[in-house]
């Protein structure tokens, strides 16, 4: 009872922003399309959900399986796939909110929490991802609850603490293989050591600590060789990084283009005010030679970097277990700029949150009534927005076939073998004895073969203008306009097959 009489307003503050982070994560949770990893992960999920031996099934492909693990139990919670995938991201949010307010609390002080987790809650990099079902929130989740507990044991080396972290790394490499880099970054925390006090004995219980961290770690992740394609975790990594032997001779590409790009999304996805008063905490942090400070600024700028150096396809979501760590020197630069003017401490607050409210609520208001205008970087609003990897209206198709099987079989094609075509519609389709068979652009013949057995429709993931011969169009569901006018527009259109 004293404690919550000692933090009695802080309290009610961190309820507001917990209240504040749901707010804008919850509503309207299915607008925006889905996307075509959401699909795959979610009709991943249902697959093997309903066979147990496909358990390991996103292994297949060169995927960790753990989110799809834990997004199973959602469908026995909400009848909606694709909000379960994505309630399981919002959740996924949450921790890494608590984390962020955890560690800033501990390496800082109860302030610094605050403000970082307010600025978690509201700004649009997080806001955007925490409402789609993919597995980056997860990893934000755990490598957040990682930096926390390292920090922790830079203090105080204790077993159970090594223990936790273990697991928390082994937990963030089954969520995505790219978490490995948090295994490289740990032993770079012992920055956040004070040398003067740092005897050989207690060196050695931490590096004791590591060992055994990283131990648990590896076992954590070798359970994934009870599954069959194992290999294919390794196997993959040339599809999306370079090695550096094809980077020998121009180390500094792809990563000038791939900086380029975060110049272009961090402004955006975090807008001015807070990448300005992140730099500023970056700043102090340095300054003052604050260790733990130091420790989390690694921790953000070591995988951002790598990323940045080695990755061929690069996304703003690759980025995403980077950003709370920014984001909590952000909330520590709120601090600083406050400390410098004691004298006029309460307007500045007022001052403060007016400038950084504005531009991410705006960006978030937009995201949960009208996400075809959410003023998203040039290439993420293609991707999540307007391309072939954006699907529209796979639910309104799925109900009418559903209703159509009640007069007599009923089978679908698609435009699509892997991806937002078939997985966005299967995942609708699921039980409903629909078969569903992905085709090209065009109808195939064993599709035509069968419209003399069954009610016959084809979904086409094309631009307008989108015609197919012997097709009847049924119902068509335009995707966002692009902003760049050389591209024509998407749409998505379910045509009968003619006989």
């Not at 597995?135 to 989740?141: F, I």
């Not at 954006?390 to 159509?404: C, D, R």
């Not at 035509?448 to 169009?473: C, M, W």
Request: overall charge positive; glycine content about 6%.
């Amino acid at each position: 009872m004293k404690v919550l009489g000692n933090y009695k307003l802080e309290i009610i503050l961190g309820i507001l922003i917990v209240i504040l982070y749901f707010a804008l994560r919850l509503p309207n949770l299915t607008l925006q399309p889905i996307f075509a990893d959401e699909a795959i992960y979610i009709r991943w999920a249902q697959v093997m959900k309903s066979e147990p031996t496909l358990r390991f099934l996103p292994l297949t492909d060169g995927k960790a399986p753990l989110f799809m693990w834990i997004m199973m139990p959602m469908f026995k919670i909400f009848t909606d796939s694709l909000f379960a995938g994505r309630f399981l991201s919002v959740l996924s949010g949450f921790a890494t909110l608590t984390g962020v307010f955890a560690l800033s609390w501990k390496v800082f002080n109860i302030r610094v929490a605050l403000w970082s987790a307010l600025i978690y809650a509201i700004v649009p990099y997080t806001v955007f991802f925490d409402r789609l079902a993919l597995v980056d929130s997860m990893l934000s989740a755990f490598t957040i609850w990682s930096i926390f507990f390292a920090a922790w044991l830079l203090k105080s080396q204790r077993l159970d603490l090594s223990m936790i972290l273990g697991f928390l790394l082994g937990g963030a490499m089954l969520t995505k293989t790219p978490a490995i880099v948090n295994l490289i970054v740990l032993p770079l925390s012992l920055i956040g050591s004070s040398f003067n006090k740092l005897n050989k004995n207690k060196l050695l219980k931490l590096f004791g600590c590591w060992v055994l961290a990283i131990f648990i770690a590896i076992v954590v992740y070798n359970l994934l060789r009870l599954g069959p394609e194992f290999h294919k975790l390794s196997a993959r990594n040339a599809d999306y990084m370079f090695s550096l032997s094809e980077l020998s001779g121009r180390p500094l590409d792809p990563f000038i283009p791939h900086l380029r790009d975060i110049m272009d999304w961090f402004p955006k996805l975090l807008t001015w005010p807070i990448l300005i008063i992140g730099v500023i905490g970056v700043i102090r942090v340095i300054w003052e030679r604050n260790r733990l400070g130091m420790v989390i600024f690694i921790w953000a700028m070591v995988p951002l970097l790598a990323q940045t150096a080695f990755l061929r396809t690069f996304t703003a979501r690759y980025l995403l277990f980077s950003i709370p760590p920014l984001l909590i020197l952000a909330g520590f630069g709120v601090e600083k700029v406050l400390e410098l003017i004691k004298g006029i401490k309460n307007i500045l607050i007022i001052i403060i949150i007016i400038s950084i409210l504005p531009l991410p609520l705006y960006f978030d208001y937009l995201l949960l009534t009208n996400s075809a205008e959410v003023p998203l970087p040039r290439a993420e609003r293609r991707g999540y927005l307007e391309d072939w990897t954006a699907g529209y209206g796979f639910k309104e198709i799925a109900q009418f076939l559903i209703e159509k099987k009640k007069n007599g079989p009923v089978l679908v094609g698609t435009e699509g073998y892997f991806g937002t075509l078939p997985d966005g519609l299967q995942i609708y389709l699921d039980k409903s004895g629909i078969p569903v068979i992905g085709a090209q652009a065009t109808i195939s013949a064993k599709i035509r073969d069968a419209v003399n057995a069954n009610q016959t429709y084809f979904v086409s993931n094309g631009t307008i203008p989108h015609i197919l011969e012997r097709a009847e169009k049924i119902m068509e569901f335009p995707k966002a306009k692009p902003y760049d006018t050389r591209y024509p527009q998407g749409i998505i259109i379910l045509y009968r097959v003619l006989p």
